[in-house]
């Protein structure tokens, strides 16, 4: 393509959309320019050769985006930046410092009390397993699924090609929202009530680990496995796994099939 005519230099946003700076012959993209004349970009690109391998990352807005790590928050840093180098958080409206800050330091005791979490099951899958019955062994495949989605949890909070859109939005009767995306080309989007950020911390956080949950995929209304209840889950957030209700049921039981009274 070439151009011609007199003004056809006028115009600085041509075929590729981004602007063109006549001064220095250089087509100027978000993060480098490319100069036409020479085919090629001065300069290197700044997100280095991790890019392409971020490029490969599953959950990420697109490809016009998923090269761009947190140093470059979307080329927005009004309204996405990373302060823990994890989450992209990109915020969907209007958010006080302070309202960003709450949010973000949830997360965080999420992720933590997620990875406490875990060590408590990989100690307790080991008892377990040192009993052959298989009542116990049931036992522990439960837990080994539960630890993988508080993997799942942690990994995701920690990846920084993984982006989560917030809203603020005003939902009578539901604190907040969790849609998870099935595409590679859509974020994960979490909704919050206003009156979320008037709560005390427990409930904050009780809220904030259940919405998690549903980025690995656990359901609200089917109680038939509670190990991939939301509802069920969010009690974990403040109560070790050996005083959860459904564990404790479900090892008094494998107890009793195990070692049945008179034997």
């Given amino acids: ?57 599953q959950r990420t807005r697109g490809f016009a985006s998923a090269g761009n790590l947190y140093g470059f928050v979307d080329n927005n840093p009004l309204n996405s930046f990373d302060v823990f180098g994890l989450y992209e958080y990109e915020w969907e409206g209007t958010f006080t410092e302070a309202e960003k800050q709450a949010i973000m330091d949830s997360i965080q005791r999420v992720r933590d009390r997620a990875n406490a979490l875990i060590k408590q099951i990989d100690d307790n899958i080991k008892n377990l397993r040192r009993c052959p019955c298989p009542a116990y062994d049931e036992l522990a495949k439960k837990l080994e699924g539960l630890k993988k989605l508080l993997q799942g949890m942690v990994r995701e909070i920690d990846d920084p090609g993984w982006n989560l859109e917030i809203y603020k939005k005003k939902m009578p009767g539901t604190d907040a929202e969790y849609w998870n995306s099935q595409v590679p080309w859509f974020d994960d989007e979490l909704r919050l009530n206003p009156g979320w950020f008037g709560q005390g911390r427990i409930d904050q956080d009780t809220t904030m680990f259940h919405e998690i949950t549903h980025g690995r995929g656990t359901v609200d209304d089917d109680f038939s496995n509670p190990y991939n209840n939301a509802h069920a889950l969010e009690g974990l957030m403040h109560i070790d796994k050996e005083n959860w209700i459904y564990f404790k049921f479900d090892k008094k039981d494998a107890g009793k099939k195990c070692n049945p009274a008179g034997k």
Avoid: H, Q
């Avoid at 020479?38 to 971020?54: A, Q, S």
């Fill in 1 to 57: 393509m070439r151009l011609t005519g007199p003004a056809a230099a006028l115009n600085p946003f041509r075929f590729s959309t981004k602007r063109t700076c006549n001064t220095v012959d250089l087509v100027l993209y978000e993060y480098r320019a490319y100069s036409p004349t020479l085919g090629r970009w001065p300069n290197r690109d700044p997100i280095g050769e991790f890019g392409f391998e971020t490029l490969r990352r």
